[in-house]
């Protein structure tokens, strides 16, 4: 009769025994003398998968804590500057009107994909109005406003109502 | 809007989490507090506004103390306490308690930086909180499509709680990720209720440095919610399958979960639907009630917001040639992206796959082959280009489910 060895017997499930990181199998003797259970007959193979499958959740959760050091909140970010972020950073200031929809053009060397980002930048500083950009259109809602980021002129039916720097709020002459 | 210093945002919502707590009190398999905070604080709240957009009503000041008052009422009341089922050497409570403490203070001291939080789920929650509301008219401007106007709302719902009562996005962001990255710990060490103390306090460790998501770069995101969330749907699912039905506490605690789950983010959504679909399968008649009607009350209630208010979905391709050659791009970009740490994080999947291979898991394997391919199949459909899709997301998606993963991985087996 094969006597019951704790913890299995491969080594790594002995050394994972002695950390007491894994289970004690449980084996019973019947009252025949019978030893059942994690070492008993038919169980021996299942008890050494059960040791794998111990190890490589241990080891699964080791290498899944060194990752979260190597990239966790301390990670050092690359400092990128976007030109859209200082530009647009006058706009908390405008006199804009929330709920105003708005048509925003960007400075003329931006490629039409990222122009994008100037909208979404835009959308950050003021988040109570609803920008628009003019390859956008038609749009259900027509805008009433327009903020230029180079001084170019105000078009025909539009007036300035407000200018930081390069930056211009310009306003339909319809809109209230 | 009323002034208040930074750490008093949390107080509405941790007001609901204490009183959820001291109710969870009389049942025996409470599990940890700490989890059971965390998830009420941050799924009852946000719930509460989602409910009150959804009905059309704005959200007042008065009615989130409202809210809080009756959390604390529920817990003033709730004096019913039985002893818990399980207890935890303090010694190793403590360390875990150290760990997620040492963490939680890196994220406290680390601006809010994410480029997802600047454009969606930050503008969004200045946008609701300005508005009163999950904003329709915003939500439904057609220059906005890009910014994800149909993601499920609770996210930035409950920042715009926190700015409604006058803090600016970056604090409260900062508040609730250093809650939730707690609350992920604590659900973590919850799931492992029958290891050793040094199994759980490992297991907490994994919750509070999961990778990937708690990287700056991913600041503000709602990833780490879906994370805490994914963790206490997945710990519940396996104690459930266990014990061959759900006591209250864990029904509870899954069907909160699931809820959050649906409304916090589409994957979340995809990850609610692998449970429900598990407790369908092995479930008793009263969890398989509660849990698929906490699914479709949840997506249903958000997707009837964005039909009534025409917010457009994000459009999707349907041609079966566009998904092969997507797949090719796929695997060829993914072949190309070297060990670390994408290869990384498949290698840890693996090994963390091998070690839930239980009977008392299944339903979780049912759950999270349901995420795989719910998010092989969004990545496949995208008309934003695969590639574009995988290189901004594969690594987060991947590694959000991660800790719930390896907490249950490491948990004893019990059943071969």
Not at chain 1, 52 to 59: K, N, T, W
Not at chain 1, 155 to 163: D, I, L, Y
Not at chain 2, 366 to 382: H, P, R
Request: include cysteine; aromatic fraction near 10%.
């Amino acid at each position: 009769m094969a006597e019951a060895v704790p913890f299995g017997s491969s080594p790594w499930r002995r050394f994972a025994g002695k950390l007491r990181l894994v289970s004690s199998p449980k084996s019973t003797t019947d009252r025949s003398g019978r030893v059942s259970g994690a070492n008993g007959p038919g169980g021996r193979s299942r008890n050494a998968y059960s040791g794998l499958r111990e190890i490589a959740g241990l080891a699964a959760a080791v290498l899944s804590i060194g990752l979260g050091i190597g990239l966790g909140p301390a990670t050092k970010e690359p400092a990128v500057d976007y030109p859209f972020r200082e530009a647009l950073t006058p706009l908390t200031d405008a006199p804009i009107p929330p709920g105003t929809a708005l048509v925003l053009v960007p400075p003329p060397e931006t490629p039409l994909a990222d122009a994008k980002f100037w909208l979404y930048e835009a959308c950050w500083r003021r988040p109570d109005v609803l920008w628009s950009l003019a390859q956008e259109w038609p749009l259900a809602e027509r805008p009433t406003a327009g903020v230029a980021v180079r001084p170019t002129a105000v078009p025909p039916g539009w007036h300035e109502a407000w200018r930081r720097g390069d930056l211009r709020y310009a306003r339909h002459s319809g809109a209230k | 809007m009323t002034p208040v210093n930074e750490p008093a945002l949390m107080l509405l919502p941790l007001s609901v989490g204490w009183g959820a707590w001291r109710w969870y009190r009389r049942y025996p398999t409470r599990g940890n507090p700490l989890a059971v905070i965390g998830l009420w604080a941050y799924v009852v709240p946000g719930g509460f506004l989602v409910a009150l957009a959804t009905l059309g009503l704005r959200w007042h000041v008065w009615l989130m103390w409202v809210m809080a008052g009756a959390g604390l009422l529920v817990g003033l009341l709730a004096r019913r306490r039985v002893p818990a089922a399980s207890q935890t050497a303090r010694t190793w409570a403590v360390v875990a308690g150290v760990i997620l403490g040492f963490q939680a203070l890196q994220m406290a001291l680390r601006p809010v930086t994410g480029w997802d939080f600047r454009y969606m789920w930050g503008l969004k929650a200045k946008v609701f909180a300005l508005a009163g509301t999950n904003d329709p008219r915003w939500l439904a401007w057609l220059p906005n499509a890009m910014l994800h106007p149909d993601y499920p709302p609770l996210w930035p719902d409950v920042m715009a709680m926190g700015v409604r009562s006058g803090g600016s996005v970056e604090a409260v962001a900062t508040a609730w990720q250093v809650l939730l990255l707690i609350a992920l710990g604590a659900g973590c060490w919850d799931n492992l209720r029958d290891a050793p103390p040094v199994i759980r306090t490992l297991g907490a460790a994994a919750g509070g440095f999961a990778p990937i998501i708690l990287m700056p770069v991913y600041s503000g995101y709602a990833d780490l919610a879906v994370a805490f969330l994914a963790a206490v749907a997945l710990g519940s699912l396996a104690r459930m399958r266990k014990s061959k039905a759900a006591d209250a506490a864990t029904l509870l605690s899954l069907s909160g979960a699931v809820a959050g789950l649906c409304l916090t983010k589409n994957e979340g959504m995809v990850l609610a639907f692998g449970v429900m679909l598990a407790v369908m399968w092995f479930g008793t008649k009263r969890d398989r009630i509660a849990v698929a009607a906490t699914f479709l009350v949840a997506v249903s209630s958000w997707q009837a917001f964005l039909f009534v208010h025409g917010v457009p979905p994000e459009p999707r391709s349907l041609n079966p040639h566009a998904w092969l050659v997507a797949a090719r791009e796929a695997a060829r970009w993914m072949w190309g992206q070297g060990f670390v740490p994408l290869g990384l994080l498949l290698v840890i999947w693996l090994l963390a796959l091998i070690a839930l291979a239980r009977k008392e898991t299944t339903p979780v394997v049912i759950a999270l082959g349901v995420y795989a391919c719910g998010v092989a199949a969004a990545y496949l459909s995208s008309l934003q280009g695969t590639v574009w899709h995988l290189a901004t997301s594969l690594d987060r998606v991947a590694a959000t489910p991660l800790p719930a993963v390896l907490s249950l991985a490491l948990a004893r087996n019990t059943s071969a």
